[in-house]
C-alpha cells in the first residue's frame, strides 16, 4: 500500500485532468461550430440552387407556352393573310378580266368605224 504522502506526488488531482482534456478539447469544438455553420451555409446554397432551378423550370415552361401561341398566332396570321391575298387576286383578276372585255369592245368599235371611214372615203 502507497502511503498518502507517496500517492499525493505521483497523482495527478483530477481538476488539473478536466482542464487539460478541456483546454485539448477546445480547438475541436471550434473546428466542429465551424463545420457546423459550414454545414449551415451548404444547406442554404442547396437549398437556394433548388428554388433556381425550380423557377428556370417554370420560366421553360411559360417560354415553351409562349412560344407556341405565337408559333399559333403567326400561323393564323399567315392563312389570314394568304386568304385576302387569294381573295384581291381574284378580284383583280375579275376587274382585268371585264378591263379586257371592254378593250376588245372598244378595239371592234374602232375597226367598225375604220371600215365606215375607208367606204367613206371611197365613195
Do not use: W, Y
Request: hydrophobic share 40%.
Amino acid at each position: 500500500a502507497f502511503s498518502k504522502q507517496h500517492q499525493g506526488h505521483n497523482m495527478v488531482p483530477i481538476e488539473e485532468h478536466l482542464a487539460s482534456a478541456s483546454q485539448q478539447l477546445e480547438p475541436l469544438a471550434h473546428q466542429l461550430e465551424k463545420q457546423a455553420k459550414m454545414a449551415a451555409t451548404v444547406n442554404t446554397i442547396e437549398h437556394e440552387i433548388t428554388e433556381i432551378n425550380k423557377a428556370h423550370e417554370e420560366f421553360d415552361a411559360d417560354l415553351a407556352q409562349a412560344t407556341k401561341r405565337l408559333k399559333d398566332l403567326l400561323q393564323l396570321r399567315c392563312d389570314s393573310l394568304l386568304a385576302r391575298s387569294q381573295m384581291l387576286r381574284k378580284e383583280r383578276v375579275g376587274q382585268l378580266s371585264e378591263q379586257h372585255s371592254s378593250l376588245d369592245l372598244l378595239m371592234k368599235h374602232v375597226a367598225a368605224l375604220r371600215i365606215q371611214l375607208d367606204h367613206g372615203h371611197q365613195n
